[in-house]
């Protein structure tokens, strides 16, 4: 009889990259162990929900399979014999991107097997590589002949990096134009994956038409058109944030007159530590003066919380049952501004980013830090 542990095996999956018009694109996932005797397979997509991307137990049960993914997963046949569960997403999209987890359990246990990346690309068209060479050529005239590369060089130069650590209360992505800009014109911040983080129009900040991920997270300067400064400041900036930022200023007939991409680079501290010892501190620590009514929470990656402190005291019925029994901080961490948990017996499967808040009553964020636990080697599970 085998009995599944919450300990995971060979986590952390990488990153899978496809291009969009693949016919097909192979998220991997191999279990080496004991296939217990009502075996459940399930793949899932954290970054909505997480949801259900395909379940296998003796076959496939898709009656809880998010209707997106229908008609488009298939696992191995013979997957629960084989131990290869891998799993085939066909025709992927860019709405397809994000954290795929394939787990095993038993009913009794849950073990988390494989964490993978996915990321679907744009292909570059044909048309848009003879059209690049084409302007190359055309601009090398122009700068040949005294060209304009003074007065255009607000618009082509772009790419800076930003550099910041994760739970800083703010960075700043610059981009600044060096020539005049409508009033009426529209500026737009996205993502790398086309999230809007930031949108002024006609005066105002638009923040109905904001991602939920960056709500109450962001400011531009006053009247940033006159000013033609238009960087965007990002408060408590975390490892989730790390992504190619585009400042897109537009014309009200719908012309680009300003694009510029800004990089950030978000730091993690990061803990290492080797399976088997009785406990590690994840640390934390805050200057900010902490009265009775504030909440202290600690989560990891996948959301699971970890820990919380509130109203003086632990509030364990709140903690993911894995975390149960295995956790402390400081009784007077109001007082000392020790915000650090120390968690027990580390095992490989804890290896993961944890990020703790400090909010108050009334819900406002006062503090986020992040700290990354490597736990390291292997564990003997006998």
Partial sequence: LCVLSSVSQHVLGGVV???????????????????????????????????????????????????????????????????DFSLTLSDPQPPDQGTYTCSLSDGRGRRILRVSQLRVREPFPLQAKVLVVLLVLLLAALFASGGLFYYFRHYLLSGYTVKVDAGAESVLLPCKSRVHLPEDAKVDWRTSTNRKVHVYLQGCDRSEEQHQAYRDRTRINQDPLKTRDLSLTLQRPLDVDRDTYTCIVCSREGHILLKKDVKLRVRVQQVEVEPGVESVLLPCRTREDLDGDVRVEWRDRFNWTVHVHQNGSDQSEDQHWLYRTRTKMDANLLRTGDLSLTLSWPTDGDSNTYTCTVSKGDGDVLMQKQVKLQVTGELNLL
């Avoid at 075996?39 to 909505?48: L, Y």
């Avoid at 949801?51 to 229908?70: F, G, I, K, N, S």
């Fill in 17 to 83: 990259e496809v291009t969009v018009g693949s016919q097909s694109v192979l998220l991997p996932c191999r279990y080496s162990g004991v296939i217990p005797e009502e075996p459940v397979v399930t793949w899932t997509n954290g970054d909505v929900g997480p949801a259900c991307v395909h379940l296998r137990r003796e076959q496939d049960d898709l009656r809880t399979q998010l209707e997106r993914y229908r008609g488009r997963t298939r696992m191995a046949p013979g997957a629960l014999d084989s131990g």
